[in-house]
């Protein structure tokens, strides 16, 4: 019985401690330049991250902002080309 209780202790504690994936974790990024700039992310400091529509997204920098928000089909499209 002890065993029983110890291997259920153990069990539940190892569940609520596992990471749990949902609907709303997005899409990784799975580039290593600039989706607006294709520069490398990481030469202009820290990239500038944010998701949109499911989809992970990390800019050069926060500048690039402006110019995918005009187009971002055009952007999500070179992300699922890659």
Known sequence: MKTF?????????????????SAADPKPYPLK????SDDELGTMGKPYEFTHDGQQIKLCCKSCLKKFKADPAKYLSKIKGS
Not at 5 to 21: D, G, K, Q, R
Not at 33 to 36: E, L, N
Request: charged share 0%; net charge neutral; with cysteine.
């Open 5 to 21: 209780l110890l291997l259920s202790t153990l069990t539940a504690l190892f569940m609520a401690s596992a990471p749990v994936a």
């Open 33 to 36: 330049t600039c989706v607006v």
